[in-house]
């Protein structure tokens, strides 16, 4: 075995190692239990866009969408939702070596393969149950059949593509310019074209049958349109894709392609949503190009490895386990809350519960708040659904919003159930009507509510009420009776991790 071979074995061994003790203890993503929710909705007999809000496209929930009905409710469902990015993640690197072998050779093929499995963005983003995952897999799949002049099933791998995320219209419009660049533009594009447009259409269709087709392009087009008017990035957009008309004549179909992606992505695409992420169908080539550039000086390709290696350690956080906050308020939600009750959270992390408003408060969610473009109605849509349990307090939750839950929720943890603190007085109001009980730190408290002995959980209504102490001047709460009744108070906080 000579040397080369020797490091690449043993940089691939350490990536190995490196997502295994990645897949059990590197954080959760905002991004994942959101997800998550819109694929639970299918698996609740909810429709996406209509029922459960989603701003995505629908296959990556809709293929998943069975193995989280086989799981079912758990704390720790997002590691078994992991389980199938592996797959994806597998896929991408085996066409990333079928690629880099057909355009150059197997050496290139190996070093290409492997440098792209330690890349950090790749390697952490892979990890995580998201739709981008899919994505990418679909789109080299779509590279591997246009490398074999196949631009039907080019075309229809695209559409699929197309269907898991908007974002392929820049893939598309990345192979148009690039072969507009490069002149080999022929009829096999119109073809791809053909083929790309036969899922999206399918879907549409099935979704126009079901009467949700005003939701779909409210959710994928309307909310999505980012309104920011920089024009200039834009400009110089342009600007640059002529250069790389006038300068690229000589070069690769895919080295083209490569920098039109960049220089759309970053131009073109939701300019406050660009990440990493939306990087992932283009960074094999980026490696592979590398790797070429590299190819005759090893020792650089392996200083360059273990940079992407420690890297991975660093943004893992050393690899702790920081999945035990998600977990923990996962248990909460299980214990706290029965399927079909609602719970408020900000884009549906607690994913097993109806939310009573139909908006996220992701970035583009909390700009059109801002913008008075959606309604700031949440207390009121929290009091119409009887809605007793929300998530902990945060900054991303609209002010008026976060007033009314801090105001009328008491915090049990990682959640909150509907109660106030009563004041000296024996004063305290109700938002939302329904069954409460009095609690001090001990249990129960005694008295008299609203002027009659308190015996026990009671009905109350919304408004003023009042609570006279047997115990002057004990520290005593209103609460949520059934929160109670399932082992939770504002005096015990349950923050137990799992």
Same mark, same amino acid.
């Given at each position: 075995?000579?040397?080369?071979?020797?490091?690449?074995?043993?940089?691939?061994?350490?990536?190995?190692?490196?997502?295994?003790?990645?897949?059990?203890?590197?954080?959760? $993503?905002?991004? %994942?239990?959101?997800?998550?929710?819109?694929? #639970?909705?299918?698996?609740? /007999?909810?429709?996406?866009?209509?029922?459960?809000?989603?701003?995505?496209?629908?296959?990556?929930?809709?293929?998943?969408? !069975?193995?989280?009905?086989?799981?079912?409710?758990?704390?720790?469902?997002?590691?078994?939702?992991?389980?199938?990015?592996?797959?994806?993640?597998?896929?991408?690197?085996?066409?990333?070596?079928?690629?880099?072998?057909? *355009?150059?050779?197997?050496?290139?093929?190996?070093?290409?393969?492997?440098?792209?499995?330690? @890349?950090?963005?790749?390697?952490?983003?892979?990890?995580?149950?998201?739709? $981008?995952? *899919?994505?990418?897999?679909?789109?080299?799949?779509?590279?591997?059949? *246009?490398?074999?002049?196949?631009?039907?099933?080019?075309?229809?791998?695209?559409?699929?593509?197309?269907?898991?995320?908007?974002?392929?219209?820049?893939?598309?419009?990345?192979? @148009?310019?690039?072969? =507009?660049?490069?002149?080999?533009?022929?009829?096999?594009?119109?073809?791809?074209?053909?083929?790309? =447009?036969?899922?999206?259409?399918?879907?549409?269709?099935?979704? #126009? &049958?079901?009467?949700? #087709?005003?939701?779909?392009?409210?959710?994928?087009?309307?909310?999505?349109?980012?309104?920011?008017?920089?024009?200039?990035?834009?400009?110089?957009?342009?600007?640059?894709?002529?250069?790389?008309?006038?300068?690229?004549?000589?070069?690769?179909?895919?080295?083209?392609?490569?920098?039109?992606?960049?220089v759309i992505l970053a131009s073109f695409w939701i300019l406050p949503l660009v990440s990493p992420r939306d990087a992932?169908?283009?960074?094999?080539?980026?490696?592979?190009?590398?790797?070429?550039?590299?190819?005759?000086? !090893?020792?650089? @390709?392996?200083?360059?490895?273990?940079?992407?290696?420690?890297?991975?350690?660093? &943004? =893992?956080? /050393?690899?702790?386990?920081?999945?035990?906050?998600?977990?923990?308020?996962?248990?909460?939600?299980?214990?706290?809350?029965? !399927?079909?009750?609602?719970?408020?959270?900000?884009?549906?992390?607690?994913?097993?519960?109806?939310?009573?408003?139909?908006?996220?408060?992701?970035?583009?969610?909390?700009?059109?708040i801002q913008s008075q473009l959606i309604p700031d109605n949440v207390p009121e849509a929290i009091v119409d659904a009887?809605?007793?349990?929300?998530?902990?307090?945060?900054?991303?939750?609209?002010?008026?919003?976060?007033?009314?839950?801090?105001?009328?929720?008491? $915090?049990?943890?990682?959640?909150?159930?509907?109660?106030?603190?009563?004041?000296?007085?024996?004063?305290?109001?109700?938002?939302?009507?329904?069954?409460?009980?009095?609690?001090?730190?001990?249990?129960?408290?005694?008295?008299?509510?609203?002027?009659?002995?308190?015996?026990?959980?009671?009905? @109350?209504?919304?408004?003023?009420?009042?609570? %006279?102490?047997?115990?002057a001047g004990e520290v005593v709460t209103v609460l949520w009776a059934p929160a109670f009744q399932r082992g939770y108070?504002?005096?015990?906080?349950? $923050?137990?991790?799992?």
């Amino acid at each position: 075995m000579n040397r080369s071979r020797a490091t690449l074995i043993a940089i691939a061994a350490v990536s190995l190692l490196f997502r295994a003790l990645a897949f059990f203890r590197y954080r959760f $993503d905002s991004d %994942e239990p959101q997800h998550l929710h819109v694929t #639970w909705g299918w698996t609740a /007999g909810l429709l996406q866009y209509r029922d459960v809000f989603d701003n995505h496209a629908p296959l990556f929930h809709i293929l998943t969408a !069975p193995l989280l009905a086989l799981a079912g409710e758990r704390a720790t469902i997002l590691f078994v939702m992991r389980l199938p990015m592996l797959v994806l993640w597998a896929v991408v690197l085996g066409c990333t070596f079928v690629v880099a072998r057909r *355009l150059y050779d197997e050496r290139v093929a190996a070093w290409s393969t492997v440098m792209l499995s330690v @890349l950090p963005p790749f390697f952490l983003k892979s990890l995580e149950y998201r739709p $981008d995952n *899919l994505w990418t897999a679909f789109w080299m799949l779509a590279v591997l059949a *246009l490398l074999s002049k196949r631009f039907f099933l080019a075309g229809l791998l695209l559409g699929l593509a197309m269907a898991t995320s908007l974002k392929t219209i820049l893939l598309i419009a990345t192979l @148009l310019i690039a072969a =507009a660049i490069t002149r080999t533009l022929s009829r096999g594009f119109a073809v791809l074209l053909l083929g790309a =447009a036969l899922p999206p259409a399918l879907l549409a269709a099935y979704f #126009w &049958y079901r009467g949700a #087709w005003p939701s779909v392009v409210y959710c994928l087009v309307t909310f999505n349109r980012s309104a920011d008017g920089k024009w200039l990035p834009r400009l110089l957009a342009i600007a640059a894709l002529i250069a790389v008309a006038v300068m690229a004549r000589k070069q690769t179909f895919w080295g083209v392609a490569t920098i039109v992606f960049f220089v759309i992505l970053a131009s073109f695409w939701i300019l406050p949503l660009v990440s990493p992420r939306d990087a992932l169908p283009f960074l094999p080539f980026v490696v592979m190009f590398g790797v070429v550039a590299l190819i005759g000086r !090893p020792a650089l @390709l392996t200083a360059a490895a273990a940079i992407c290696l420690a890297l991975i350690a660093y &943004y =893992a956080d /050393g690899f702790r386990n920081r999945t035990r906050e998600f977990t923990t308020m996962m248990n909460q939600v299980l214990g706290l809350t029965r !399927p079909g009750e609602r719970l408020m959270d900000l884009k549906g992390e607690t994913i097993y519960r109806p939310r009573p408003y139909y908006y996220i408060f992701e970035v583009i969610g909390r700009q059109k708040i801002q913008s008075q473009l959606i309604p700031d109605n949440v207390p009121e849509a929290i009091v119409d659904a009887r809605c007793y349990v929300t998530q902990a307090d945060g900054p991303f939750f609209p002010p008026r919003t976060r007033k009314f839950l801090v105001d009328h929720f008491l $915090d049990l943890g990682r959640l909150r159930a509907a109660g106030s603190l009563i004041g000296e007085d024996g004063s305290f109001v109700i938002a939302v009507p329904g069954e409460y009980v009095i609690v001090r730190d001990a249990g129960e408290a005694g008295g008299r509510l609203d002027g009659t002995p308190y015996a026990g959980a009671r009905r @109350l209504d919304a408004g003023p009420h009042r609570f %006279e102490r047997d115990v002057a001047g004990e520290v005593v709460t209103v609460l949520w009776a059934p929160a109670f009744q399932r082992g939770y108070s504002p005096f015990h906080r349950r $923050d137990r991790e799992f």
